[in-house]
């Protein structure tokens, strides 16, 4: 039975997974980390993480980048495997978790969902062979008004796999607005589009010479990205400290 500590429990996508881990076996809510405590779950809530004393075999973190440091400091002391889903991370917290990935086995990823995942290995194969033909690519993303950071960590994944399929080749554009020139060859344009209640769009363009393909990505439910963590903590535990991300999940 994989316990299973839940950072960031009372938001959204904290809620969503606390239902998976309870309809899941194997798996069960050893306890629950967020600001304010209300009542109104099944398991124990702390307020403050330094107060969780609880055994536990991982856990999962869905809340802020600003609190992404505390819960790294608090998973190496406790010794208890993390998968971080939090993005929005600056490059010093990124540092900050590869450090700490030396110490307790760390898993991050930018999407949790099989389908992203998946995707991320196709399109740096479809970039091996449309990119010498002159493909040029884009990618467009789409979420909800409340989302604070933009482009999406998995547009950002999406062109990571894309540069790796060019040796690294390729820059990255956010806005050409500023600029009154043709594209230059080597660039991955990168948009977002925040309205409404998207969950959760990707589309990855390679336009040819006379032709075009696209890749898209759906999400219709935050579910997709609440199983995804479940079965990355249950994948975790008990694992030797390392860097691990959703590759390492689905083999």
């Known amino acids: 039975m994989t316990r299973i500590i839940m950072h960031g429990c009372n938001g959204v996508m904290g809620q969503v997974i606390s239902k998976i881990i309870e309809e899941t076996e194997g798996a069960v809510m050893a306890a629950g980390v967020d600001r304010v405590d209300d009542g109104h779950n099944s398991y124990p809530v702390f307020t403050d993480l330094k107060d969780c004393d609880v055994e536990a075999d991982a856990m999962i973190d869905f809340s802020a980048a600003p609190a992404v440091n505390g819960v790294l400091d608090f998973a190496v002391e406790r010794q ?33 969902s099989l389908g992203v995942n998946m995707l991320l290995k196709l399109l740096k194969q479809a970039t091996e062979i449309l990119a010498p033909a002159g493909f040029d690519i884009d990618i467009v993303e789409k979420h909800h008004r409340r989302k604070l950071d933009a482009p999406s960590g998995t547009a950002i994944a999406m062109a990571d796999a894309i540069n790796e399929g060019v040796n690294n080749e390729y820059e990255y554009v956010y806005d050409r607005s500023t600029r009154r020139e043709q594209r230059p060859k080597k660039e991955i344009g990168v948009s977002a589009v925040r309205g409404g209640t998207i969950v959760g769009e990707h589309e990855v363009i390679f336009a040819g010479q006379d032709e075009v393909i696209e890749f898209k990505h759906t999400a219709y439910s935050r579910a997709i990205f609440g199983k995804g963590a479940v079965s990355a903590a249950m994948y975790l535990a008990g694992k030797e400290a390392g860097l691990y991300d959703m590759s390492d999940v689905i083999g």
């Open 80 to 112: 208890i495997p993390v998968v971080v889903c939090t993005t929005g991370l600056s490059d010093e917290q990124l540092a900050y978790l590869d450090e700490a990935s030396k110490k307790v086995a760390v898993l991050r990823s930018a999407n949790m």
